[in-house]
């Protein structure tokens, strides 16, 4: 059985809830309602510190529920191109987890798949196909 937890789920609904129009534009007429008080309380550091101070707070924890958000999306997504990988004749297994690897590893495979390119746009040039798949040594 699959649990999930209480900032999981939290973290899921935040982001889907805060994307809605209506609520960007109950942000918008909170800043409308901060303006026109502006005067009532004479524009005070006070009347300043509750909008700086909650937009601070909000700002603050949004960043953590983005970064979940986009870490969930993203190993989401590397999963599935693990399986179109693994599940794609010709493929090479060996870039499965190519995400795990050091920048210099990750540096010698782009080059790799940038000379391929290279070669298949020289193709395209001179009038050949370049729907082949050819086979580098990786």
């Known amino acids: 059985m699959r649990q999930i937890t209480w900032y999981s789920r939290f973290a899921k609904a935040c982001p889907r809830f805060c994307g809605r129009p209506i609520v960007f534009g109950l942000a918008v007429g909170t800043i409308l309602v901060w303006i026109i ?8 550091n006070t009347w300043q510190l509750v909008i700086n101070t909650a937009t601070t707070i909000i700002t603050f924890l949004m960043v953590f529920l983005i970064q979940s ?9 590397q999963i599935k191109l693990d399986e179109l990988i693994r599940a ?10 190519i995400e795990e690897l050091e920048e210099i590893q990750l540096d010698a495979f782009r080059a790799k798949y940038e000379a391929l390119a290279e070669l298949a746009r020289e193709k395209v ?3 050949i196909l370049d729907t082949d ?6």
């Open 88 to 97: 794609t004749k010709g493929a090479h297994n060996s870039l499965l987890d």
């Open 125 to 127: 040039d001179n009038g």
């Open 37 to 44: 008080t502006g005067p009532m309380f004479n524009y005070s």
């Open 69 to 77: 958000t986009q870490n969930r999306d993203t190993e989401a997504i």
């Open 133 to 138: 798949t050819p086979e580098p040594d990786i």
